[in-house]
């Protein structure tokens, strides 16, 4: 049965002895206080990555990844960091396809398709993110657009590498902006999302996948988000940055 997961996405802050800080205190938290959530994985910039893993070491519930990672092997990219790279630190997954990505680096489901090939090559677990803008919403082209992310980005895949990947439902609408997608319109995107899952790679893996919700969750709409059964978790942004809204969030799982 699918990992129930909470993920912190630190995006561009935090120096590197704040993140440090913030991180020991999640640990912290995270090991003294009862949680049914099964792993919780940070997300920090590149800088954090090889100290986060060296603390993190004999928690087995506490993973790490980075926020990106380049689609080439290794070569002439001058300030990208590659998949092995990052795999070569300890960490484990790697966020691609951010809506962050998608639209200050142009980043398209062609190129997201191949940083998850080399992602998954090099052994890293690829949490996958997929959502729409408020104009697509708007003009009712939610369904479409979350369909043609899965088809482009990851349904390449065979059944067996996809189960690799976490995916995460992030509406572009909800990130950073305090407006969280209701309880009803996240489950029923995820419910959509699984039964898409379903259709291509057949039931067990559809059941089997992690989907992620990630908007403005925080601790006090957190509860309700995670009870919707095809919510197995939350990416989180703003409230990852604090130790304790996040190790709440943590916790919701029981
Ligand atoms: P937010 O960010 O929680 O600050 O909305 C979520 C994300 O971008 O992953």
Not at 107 to 135: M, R
Not at 139 to 157: D, M, P
Not at 180 to 197: D, K
């Amino acid at each position: 049965m699918r990992k129930k997961i909470v993920a912190g996405n630190w995006k561009m802050n935090l120096d590197y002895n704040e993140g440090l800080s913030l991180f020991s205190e999640v640990l912290n938290m995270v090991k003294d206080e009862a949680t049914g959530t099964q792993e919780v994985v940070v997300c920090s910039p590149f800088i954090h990555l090889h100290s986060l893993v060296q603390l993190a070491k004999g928690n087995g519930r506490v993973s790490i990844g980075a926020q990106n990672a380049h689609q080439a092997e290794s070569g002439a990219y001058t300030g990208e960091v590659s998949a092995k790279q990052v795999k070569s630190v300890g960490a484990a997954y790697v966020i691609l396809g951010h809506s962050e990505r998608r639209q200050y680096f142009g980043e398209t489901n062609q190129l997201l398709a191949q940083k998850t090939d080399t992602a998954l090559a090099n052994g890293l677990k690829p949490i996958f993110c997929i959502g729409e803008t408020l104009q697509e919403r708007e003009a009712g082209e939610h369904f479409n657009i979350i369909k043609t992310q899965l088809q482009e980005g990851v349904y390449h895949l065979d059944a067996d590498k996809f189960s690799q990947i976490v995916l995460a439902y992030e509406p572009v609408w909800a990130i950073g902006t305090g407006v969280t997608a209701t309880s009803e319109q996240a489950q029923e995107i995820h419910a959509f999302i699984r039964q898409e899952l379903a259709a291509k790679y057949g039931q067990q893996v559809a059941d089997d996948t992690t989907i992620l919700y990630g908007g403005s969750c925080n601790a006090k709409n957190a509860p309700e988000l995670f009870a919707q059964p095809d919510i197995d978790g939350g990416l989180i942004g703003g409230a990852s940055l604090k130790s304790r809204d996040f190790t709440d969030i943590v916790k919701v799982f029981n």
